[in-house]
């Protein structure tokens, strides 16, 4: 009977529509006559997920057939952005497309929809903060299109990254509840629920046990991980992956002591306790709080995870040697390290295993990628809070750490302060810390840095040691990457098609080789090429404008007739001091400081236009909430936008605009748009950018500092074709000696442009406003180096400028050079490496 009732894909118009009808009908209990956009996107989401769920079935299978080495990618952070319009593109259905978009949109058409406005009801996905997150979901989307057998696992926050409101210029934050129409692309699957415990005692009642053999584990608290799971499509491939997000949810156990004590009040509060653990992601990046709460995240996840991933293992009835051959478990950051100590409590307690043989097995399984150097984002945990949430957990990191003391002083006899340097728990006032990145690094067998000038600069900072301890064949570097199916194919249709036509490759296979892209490079000089190109751009650059009035509340700041020849200068990212948005807004105040002079000296507006030709600042991005100085860089470039946009004076020579809630699908609207964008963080500061990778692939240039993945892109696309300056990273320890010991001056551009801002003409009520930004550079150091790079900074800008306004054909051969060589920034590229030189895992593909 199941074989005669085969549910089966929809493979052409017909079939999509008896499917969307059907959703209509029943699953929303809707007619085609009260069904609303938002009921098309319900429905056509429904509809594309019934073949992927077919696909991931088919995948699901396969997969345990075949019984080949897994990967598991553990993330506290997906940041997916909208789904629909990815599976559109990744899946195909009907034979002449080479996806169902067109099909679809076409359908929808017909029933009366634009699937333009259908697309832009579907809520971001936005469980995470930056860089670190979205490369978990560039990483899934490459892993799913080249056929790796890999889960991504991670929480199913109920909240996601805030939503950011500019209130009077200041950033307000409101709760991002993404889950209010329901989520059509989730699976719940509440036959899979695993009890996880916490705090309790360590039961040596027994009097024999000690810490390294089998102990008891009495835990005080249990809740429930649900999974929900998502389909991961690949592009051109029927391969459908897993993203598996766990919920915390109460146990049906009663508390029976509380309840005969007549507490009911508080066993039942006890138990709605539960659901906090999955309520909210932390809005931090780059900085570690340190709170209980995070904690329990981390240990309720990876708990969840190791104990699905171990009961698939265990259903092959391999012994526990060959664990390593079967599963590669990826750690993004130090936030899942707890699996490390989790899966050896689950060998030595509970699987009787010997310590040592589990040992060896754990480290095996495991890798490790460090995503930044900043201090204050490194994980450390106070052993007291640590030791009364997972008490046994705790023991067991006191006996990895006296392991590993041991091998140390074996190699290094008598080096007391080496060891005290390795130690996994820093020996600090006024509580001992559990240093997770040792930690991460002990246990296990890779750790890689995610672009070459960062994963040198660990190995000459913050992991000297161990490189010391272990050698520098651990070490090594993935650089990272960023998939060109949602950065290119869906952020910037035209521009794919037309680089489709170049390539003689209508199908777009190229989105599957970037390298390919290369050749391009035979069109950069020919004028009709360079014109479909740089008409591509105006035309994302009016999409912008769109975007620009919508979110400003309809007024219209950029003037259209001339976008041609307005320079989109765009820094998007986290607000963060180290990102420097303060010193771009500072060379936006020169710039318009400079013109008013120019001016008032008896300048025509025609020469000044000469000088200082038509210019667009864009920024955006977010600040973590209990960020001062970050939320007051937000407040000056909002406050510097409202005398510049109204200084009737200087006429549209210069506009400042500050979109605000930057997100995922308004990354797809502007970084298609940029002819400039800003990577200018103080050198040795950002591990790599991908937002620099997704600018250039767009036909952006950048303007940079020698930092992170700038480095390789530069080396990539050619000096020429790139903005650089600023110093170096081995001269960031001396500049900031010598500002500690006052030893340098502000460079006098600088000094006017603060001057100016003292003098409160950005807060004519309150002057005082920006004292603490300008402090901060005058008076406390200059930590960011922002007095140093100032000057370079400000003459690389006209550089752009002139040869934007003077050279527009040599500025569009270099845009058209760029895109032809950053196929090397696929994150396809980045899973080959991993898959080969870390994972040891290969491809599963489906058969033709
Ligand atoms: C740390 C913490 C500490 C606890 C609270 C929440 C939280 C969230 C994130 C982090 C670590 C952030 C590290 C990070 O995002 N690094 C970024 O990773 C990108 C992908 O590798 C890289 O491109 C960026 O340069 C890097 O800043």
């Not at 915390?248 to 659901?275: I, L, W």
């Not at 009787?352 to 399984?365: G, Y």
Request: hydrophobic share 35%; aromatic share 10%.
């Amino acid at each position: 009977i199941w074989n005669k009732h085969q549910v089966k894909k929809f493979e052409d118009k017909e079939g999509f529509e008896g499917r969307f009808i059907g959703h209509v009908e029943t699953t929303l209990a809707r007619s085609l006559y009260n069904c609303d956009d938002l009921a098309a996107y319900e429905s056509t989401s429904l509809s594309v997920r019934d073949n992927l769920i077919i696909d991931w079935n088919n995948t699901q299978q396969r997969i345990t057939a075949r019984d080949p080495k897994r990967v598991y990618y553990l993330s506290l952070e997906f940041l997916m952005g909208r789904a629909l319009d990815n599976a559109l593109i990744n899946s195909q259905a009907g034979s002449d497309e080479p996806t169902s978009r067109p099909m679809v949109e076409k359908s929808l058409d017909e029933l009366g929809f634009n699937l333009e406005d259908v697309l832009k009801k579907e809520p971001d996905a936005a469980l995470g903060n930056g860089g670190l997150g979205r490369l978990a979901a560039c990483f899934i989307d490459s892993m799913a299109t080249q056929n790796i057998p890999a889960w991504g696992y991670g929480l199913r926050y109920e909240y996601g990254i805030f939503a950011q409101k500019i209130i009077d210029g200041y950033q307000v934050e409101t709760p991002d509840y993404w889950l209010n129409f329901g989520n059509p692309w989730e699976i719940e699957r509440n036959e899979i629920q695993v009890p996880v415990t916490f705090y309790g005692y360590v039961d040596r009642s027994d009097g024999e046990s000690t810490t390294l053999s089998p102990s008891d584990w009495i835990g005080g608290e249990r809740v429930l991980a649900v999974a929900y799971d998502f389909p991961v499509p690949g592009y051109k491939t029927s391969t459908v992956n897993n993203l598996r997000l766990w919920k915390a949810k109460p146990t049906t156990e009663f508390d029976f002591a509380k309840f005969n004590s007549g507490d009911y009040k508080n066993s039942v509060d006890a138990q709605q306790r539960a659901e906090s653990i999955t309520a909210c992601l932390y809005p931090n990046d780059n900085f570690n709080q340190g709170k209980e709460l995070r904690l329990k995240q981390q240990y309720f996840w990876c708990a969840a995870s190791l104990h699905d991933i171990i009961r698939r293992f265990k259903k092959t009835s391999r012994p526990w040697s060959e664990l390593p051959d079967q599963v590669a478990i990826q750690l993004n950051d130090t936030h899942p390290t707890l699996a490390v100590v989790e899966l050896q409590r689950v060998l030595v307690d509970l699987e009787k295993l010997d310590w040592h043989k589990a040992w060896s097995i754990v480290t095996a399984t495991f890798s490790y990628a460090n995503h930044t150097v900043m201090q204050e984002a490194l994980e450390k945990w106070p052993i007291g809070l640590f030791g009364h949430l997972l008490p046994r957990h705790l023991e067991i990191i006191y006996d990895i750490n006296w392991f590993f003391l041991q091998e140390v002083e074996k190699k290094f006899p008598k080096d007391f302060d080496l060891l005290s340097r390795v130690s996994i728990i820093e020996e600090c006032s006024p509580e001992r810390q559990v240093r997770m990145a040792y930690l991460a690094i002990v246990g296990s067998h890779k750790v890689n840095g995610v672009a070459e000038l960062h994963s040198e600069l660990i190995k000459k900072t913050i992991f000297k040691d161990f490189v010391k301890v272990y050698g520098s064949q651990k070490f090594t570097n993935v650089t990272n990457g960023i998939t060109p199916r949602r950065w290119l194919k869906q952020a910037n249709p035209k521009l794919a098609e037309l680089i489709g036509k170049a390539l003689n490759d209508p199908k777009q296979n190229f989105l599957l080789d970037m390298p390919k892209l290369t050749e391009l490079a035979k069109k950069a000089d020919d004028p009709e090429f360079q014109k479909a190109w740089d008409l591509v751009k105006a035309n994302n650059k009016l999409q912008l404008a769109d975007l620009i009035k919508d979110t400003n509340n309809g007024v219209d700041i950029i003037d259209r007739e001339h976008i041609k020849d307005t320079l989109f200068d765009i820094q998007v990212k986290r607000i963060h001091e180290y990102k420097r948005q303060q010193m771009n807004i500072f060379g936006v105040i020169y710039r318009y400081l400079a013109m008013k002079k120019m001016l008032k000296e008896g300048s025509t507006i025609e020469e000044v236009a000469k000088k200082y030709p038509r210019k667009a600042s864009i920024f955006g991005g977010k600040s973590a909430p209990g960020y001062y100085m970050a939320k007051l860089i937000i407040k000056l470039i909002n406050s510097v936008a409202e005398i510049v946009n109204d200084d009737a004076e200087i006429v549209d020579l210069l506009k400042v605009v500050f979109i605000p809630d930057y997100n995922v699908s308004k990354a797809e609207i502007i970084i298609p748009a940029s002819d400039l964008s800003e990577h200018i963080s103080t050198a040795g500061t950002e591990a790599s950018g991908t937002s620099n990778m997704k600018f250039v692939m767009n036909g952006g240039l950048i303007i940079g500092t020698v930092d992170g993945a700038n480095v390789e892109i530069t080396r990539e696309i050619g000096e020429d074709n790139i903005f650089l300056f600023g110093n170096l990273s081995e001269h960031v320890e001396e500049l900031r000696y010598n500002h500690q010991y006052k030893k340098t001056e502000l460079p006098p551009e600088l000094a006017q442009v603060l001057k100016s801002i003292e003098s409160g003409v950005f807060s004519p009520e309150n002057p005082n406003e920006f004292k603490p930004l300008i402090d901060s550079i005058k008076s406390h150091g200059d930590y960011y180096l922002v007095s140093d790079d100032f000057e370079s900074y400000v003459a690389t800008q006209e550089l752009v400028d002139e040869v934007y306004h003077t050279q527009k054909n040599d500025w569009i051969k270099k845009s058209i050079l760029s895109v032809a060589n950053i196929g090397f920034f696929s994150s396809d590229r980045c899973i080959e490496e991993y898959s080969e030189t870390i994972w040891n895992v290969e491809p599963v593909k489906p058969e033709t």
